[in-house]
């Protein structure tokens, strides 16, 4: 008998379809759940303490609820927090997503390089880690955006992301002394990737980005290799934690990438 346990992906918002759509192509056949903990949104202004507690507590009840094969902390603040007290607590597989700064250091000629992302992730020791790890011999600027956020969920809710607000917060980078040498920005929020055509018209094209999605993705088809799935496509399932005017505006957008049954937790 085929098995049918999905891979369930997790985020406080719709930014973990970013990692969702490079997946489900590699693995069309995966049936997939994808939750947005619309009630605790957004993650990036909240505390350490907060998110340790609250991620690991509800990804519990939701490992109940839907028994995956794996889940994917699709979340950069929530992953570079809480990662390791949520694979303390659940016998399920789990991987997370960290800010691309190895790629990021290996693209860029100029040395220097952004990181943008959320307050609570840029200011992590993990990312400080991974810059000394992968980037020693680089600048490496952050800056954190909560309205980038704002601007992402509303932008996949139907609405036209304002290039003149994107180009404001990435000034937040390349206002920064050396900025302006910036060749390679490192989307460090699941959301941003859904905003990469006004992020590329922001700064005219004289910027590369890159974000983790493709290769959690290839992480993901690596850990399930040689598992079964069902025989035909099954139908996505996405869960908010709470349910408004907000995210039934996104009904649609998720279709588009195959949720097409929505509940509630």
């Keep these: 008998m085929a098995d049918r346990r999905p891979i369930l992906f997790f985020d406080s918002g719709v930014g973990g379809l970013s990692v969702l759509a490079p997946t489900a192509r590699l693995l069309p056949q995966?049936?997939?759940v994808y939750v947005a903990d619309s009630a605790g949104f957004p993650y990036?202004?909240?505390s350490e303490?907060?998110?340790a507690a609250r991620?690991?507590?509800?990804?519990?009840?939701?490992?109940?609820r839907y028994d995956p094969r794996l889940i994917v902390i699709a979340c950069n603040t929530a992953s570079t927090i809480a990662l390791q007290h949520v694979r303390a607590a659940l016998d399920v597989p789990i991987v997370g997503t960290v800010p691309a700064i190895k790629p990021a250091a290996a693209l860029s000629r100029t040395r220097v390089i952004g990181v943008l992302g959320t307050e609570a992730t840029?200011?992590?020791p993990y990312v400080d880690d991974l810059a000394a790890r992968f980037a020693a011999d680089c600048v490496v600027l952050r800056h954190g955006s909560a309205e980038l956020v704002a601007i992402a969920e509303a932008a996949l809710g139907g609405e036209a992301p304002a290039v003149a607000a994107v180009a404001e917060t990435l000034r937040g980078l390349t206002g920064q002394p050396r900025g302006e040498e910036i060749?390679?920005?490192?989307?460090a929020c699941t959301h941003f990737p859904l905003l990469e055509d006004a992020l590329r018209a922001a700064t005219g094209n004289r910027v590369e980005f890159v974000d983790g999605g493709p290769g959690i993705a290839r992480r993901i088809a690596h850990l399930t290799e040689g598992q079964q799935w069902p025989a035909e496509p099954v139908p996505g399932r996405a869960v908010f934690t709470a349910r408004s005017a907000r995210t039934e505006a996104l009904v649609p957008a998720l279709a588009r990438y195959g949720l097409v049954e929505i509940e509630g937790l």
């Design 30 to 32: 995966a049936p997939l």
């Design 122 to 124: 840029v200011r992590q």
């Design 49 to 51: 303490a907060e998110i």
């Design 55 to 64: 991620v690991p507590a509800l990804l519990g009840r939701l490992a109940e």
């Design 44 to 46: 990036g202004t909240r």
């Design 183 to 187: 060749d390679v920005i490192v989307n």
